[in-house]
T-cell receptor
Framework: DTAVSQTPKYLVTQMGNDKSIKCEQN?????MYWYKQDSKKFLKIMFS???????INETVPNRFSPKSPDKAHLNLHINSLELGDSAVYFC??????????????FGSGTQLSVL | DQQVKQNSPSLSVQEGRISILNCDYT??????FLWYKKYPAEGPTFLIS?????DKNEDGRFTVFLNKSAKHLSLHIVPSQPGDSAVYFC????????????FGKGTSLLVTP
């Protein structure tokens, strides 16, 4: 069983469209994250939710809106897609958000290409 | 403002030899460091970590060394195997801060037979 699963794996869409990426974890973790890996390969935190509550919101355009219906799911909605949104988006989870030994478990990524 | 830096984008090592991957950080508040390994089309997976109260942590073929005064850590893989070929990410965090892991941009390791 996949611990952190995200869908779709690939997403190709036109500029201006609205799209969603779904993420689910079956590890019983309290905290979930969205990371973006851009063309320069940096993995940057976008959002973090702990028990469905937003705890980290980095400087991300408000076209990006995370939604956490329960602590096992953290979906990412992106409105009015732009060329610069093309990247690989990784979902991750951890047992807690602030523990000293926090380890992240990642999904396999969603490669978003905006044309 | 990248706080975790991996200055070598790639490294090639012969099978059986030692691989040394380096990482530098700028934030002296970081107190916990991790290495992640990533294969193509997969997410990063946790490899090994070290707390700032230690200067070395070993797990099988993998050893991480931390030099706090130099704000430098390194991952040693001995002996290197072809299956170790992957991208290795260094990450750091400030415990109990509510801040997420900061990642470097990775070093691509190729272990040749």
């Amino acid at each position: 069983d996949t611990a952190v699963s995200q869908t779709p794996k690939y997403l190709v869409t036109q500029m201006g469209n609205d799209k969603s990426i779904k993420c689910e974890q079956n590890l019983g973790h309290d905290t979930m994250y969205w990371y973006k890996q851009d063309s320069k390969k940096f993995l940057k935190i976008m959002f973090s939710y702990n028990n469905k509550e937003l705890i980290i919101n980095e400087t991300v355009p408000n076209r990006f809106s995370p939604k956490s219906p329960d602590k096992a799911h953290l979906n990412l909605h992106i409105n009015s897609l732009e060329l610069g949104d093309s990247a690989v988006y990784f979902c991750a989870s951890s047992r807690e958000s602030t523990g000293a030994n926090e380890k992240l478990f990642f999904g396999s990524g969603t490669q978003l290409s905006v044309l | 403002d990248q706080q975790v830096k991996q200055n070598s984008p790639s490294l090639s090592v012969q099978e059986g030899r030692i691989s040394i991957l380096n990482c530098d950080y700028t934030n002296s508040m970081f107190d916990y460091f991790l290495w992640y390994k990533k294969y193509p089309a997969e997410g990063p997976t946790f490899l090994i970590s070290i707390s700032s109260i230690k200067d070395k942590n070993e797990d099988g073929r993998f050893t991480v060394f931390l030099n706090k005064s130099a704000k430098h850590l390194s991952l040693h893989i001995v002996p290197s195997q072809p299956g170790d070929s992957a991208v290795y990410f260094c990450a750091a965090r400030i415990s109990n801060s509510g801040y997420a892991l900061n990642f470097g941009k990775g070093t691509s390791l190729l272990v040749t037979p």
